[in-house]
C-alpha cells in the first residue's frame, strides 16, 4: 500500500498488517522520514473535522507526528498510539502525546474519541480486528479516517530506480515487481479496508475519497525521501548509496528536478448507533 512509492513494489496489502519487521524500520531516521515525507492534503484534514462530532482524535500509528501535527493545527486535541519507540520519541519531543504500542495491543483504558484517523499506517493493522478496536473507542457518530499517499514519479525516474533496485538487491520480494503500478490497484486496498469495516456490522456504510496533488522535487529532495521508503529501511548503506547514485543520474538527466503527482486516497466511516 502508500507507505512505499509507487514505483517501488510492497507486499500484498492483505498480509502487510505480517510484515513487523518492516513496519519497525521506518523509525531508522525518524527525522529523515518528518522532514522528507509529505503531509496530507488541507482539504482532506478540513473535511474530516468538519464531519467529526467534536475534536478529540486518536492517531493510530502516528510515526512521527506528520498527520498529527495538521490536526492540532486544525484545533483538534491528539494522541498518538506508535508502535516504534524511536519515531514516539520523536513526536512527543515535538509536542505530541504518544503512547508506545501496536493498535491491537494498546489499551484504551476507558478513554473514547471523536476521530480515529490512520495516516499511510492502517496497512500495518489488521483490517478487521483494527476496525473492530475503532468502533469500541469512537463516541457515537464519531469517523473512522484510513488515508494515505499514491506516489506517481515520471517513468524518466521510476524505470531507473527499478533497474537499479533489482541489480542491487536480486533476491528481494521488491524486485519482482513492474516500475510503475496503476492506481486501481491501491483503489482496490482502500476498497478492501472499506470491506473489513463493513465486516464489523459497527458502522455505517463507508465512503472513499480522492485528492489529487503535485508537488515538484529537486534531485537532493527525492533522494532525501527515497530512503525513508519500506524497500530501502532495511539496506546497508553501501546498497542504498548505490541505488541513490543510479536515480540521482537519473534526475539529472532531466535537468535536475521533477513534480511529483500524488493520488491522496481515504476511506472514512461513521460509527453506527448511540452507545
Given at each position: 500500500?502508500p507507505?512505499?512509492?509507487?514505483?517501488?513494489?510492497e507486499?500484498?496489502?492483505?498480509?502487510?498488517?505480517?510484515a513487523?519487521?518492516?513496519?519497525?524500520s521506518?523509525g531508522?531516521d525518524?527525522?529523515?522520514?518528518?522532514?522528507?515525507?509529505p503531509g496530507y492534503?488541507?482539504?482532506?484534514?478540513?473535511?474530516?473535522?468538519?464531519?467529526?462530532?467534536g475534536?478529540?482524535?486518536?492517531?493510530?500509528?502516528?510515526g512521527?507526528?506528520?498527520?498529527?501535527r495538521?490536526?492540532?493545527?486544525a484545533?483538534?486535541?491528539?494522541?498518538?498510539?506508535e508502535?516504534?519507540?524511536?519515531?514516539?520519541?520523536f513526536a512527543?519531543?515535538?509536542?505530541?502525546?504518544?503512547e508506545?504500542?501496536?493498535?491491537?495491543?494498546?489499551k484504551p483504558?476507558?478513554?473514547?474519541?471523536?476521530?480515529?484517523?490512520?495516516?499511510?499506517?492502517?496497512?500495518?493493522v489488521?483490517?478487521v480486528a483494527g476496525?473492530v478496536?475503532?468502533?469500541r473507542?469512537?463516541?457515537?457518530?464519531?469517523?473512522?479516517?484510513?488515508?494515505g499517499?499514491?506516489?506517481?514519479?515520471?517513468?524518466e525516474?521510476?524505470?531507473?530506480?527499478?533497474?537499479?533496485?533489482?541489480?542491487v538487491?536480486?533476491?528481494s520480494p521488491?524486485?519482482n515487481q513492474?516500475?510503475r503500478?496503476?492506481l486501481?490497484?491501491?483503489?482496490?486496498?482502500y476498497?478492501?479496508?472499506a470491506?473489513?469495516?463493513?465486516?464489523?456490522e459497527r458502522f455505517?456504510?463507508p465512503e472513499?475519497?480522492r485528492?489529487?496533488?503535485?508537488?515538484?522535487?529537486t534531485?537532493?529532495?527525492?533522494?532525501e525521501?527515497?530512503?525513508t521508503?519500506?524497500?530501502l529501511?532495511?539496506?546497508p548503506p553501501?546498497?542504498?548509496?548505490?541505488?541513490?547514485d543510479a536515480?540521482?543520474?537519473?534526475?539529472?538527466?532531466?535537468?535536475?528536478?521533477?513534480t511529483?503527482?500524488y493520488?491522496?486516497l481515504?476511506?472514512t466511516a461513521?460509527?453506527?448507533?448511540?452507545?
Amino acid at each position: 500500500m502508500p507507505t512505499l512509492p509507487r514505483e517501488q513494489p510492497e507486499p500484498s496489502p492483505a498480509e502487510l498488517h505480517k510484515a513487523r519487521r518492516i513496519a519497525q524500520s521506518f523509525g531508522t531516521d525518524a527525522q529523515r522520514y518528518d522532514q522528507a515525507r509529505p503531509g496530507y492534503p488541507d482539504a482532506l484534514v478540513s473535511r474530516i473535522v468538519a464531519g467529526s462530532p467534536g475534536l478529540e482524535v486518536l492517531d493510530v500509528g502516528c510515526g512521527t507526528g506528520i498527520a498529527a501535527r495538521q490536526f492540532q493545527a486544525a484545533g483538534c486535541a491528539v494522541l498518538g498510539v506508535e508502535p516504534d519507540e524511536r519515531m514516539a520519541e520523536f513526536a512527543q519531543a515535538h509536542g505530541l502525546q504518544v503512547e508506545v504500542a501496536t493498535f491491537e495491543a494498546w489499551k484504551p483504558a476507558g478513554r473514547t474519541f471523536d476521530t480515529v484517523i490512520a495516516a499511510q499506517s492502517w496497512h500495518w493493522v489488521d483490517p478487521v480486528a483494527g476496525a473492530v478496536k475503532a468502533a469500541r473507542v469512537l463516541r457515537p457518530d464519531g469517523c473512522l479516517a484510513i488515508f494515505g499517499h499514491v506516489y506517481e514519479p515520471p517513468a524518466e525516474v521510476a524505470d531507473p530506480f527499478a533497474a537499479a533496485y533489482r541489480r542491487v538487491v536480486p533476491d528481494s520480494p521488491f524486485s519482482n515487481q513492474p516500475a510503475r503500478r496503476p492506481l486501481d490497484i491501491y483503489q482496490a486496498g482502500y476498497a478492501k479496508f472499506a470491506e473489513a469495516i463493513r465486516q464489523t456490522e459497527r458502522f455505517k456504510e463507508p465512503e472513499q475519497w480522492r485528492f489529487d496533488w503535485e508537488r515538484p522535487y529537486t534531485r537532493d529532495q527525492w533522494l532525501e525521501l527515497l530512503p525513508t521508503t519500506g524497500g530501502l529501511t532495511q539496506l546497508p548503506p553501501d546498497k542504498t548509496a548505490d541505488i541513490l547514485d543510479a536515480v540521482g543520474a537519473a534526475i539529472d538527466s532531466i535537468g535536475g528536478r521533477f513534480t511529483m503527482l500524488y493520488t491522496t486516497l481515504a476511506t472514512t466511516a461513521v460509527r453506527a448507533g448511540t452507545s
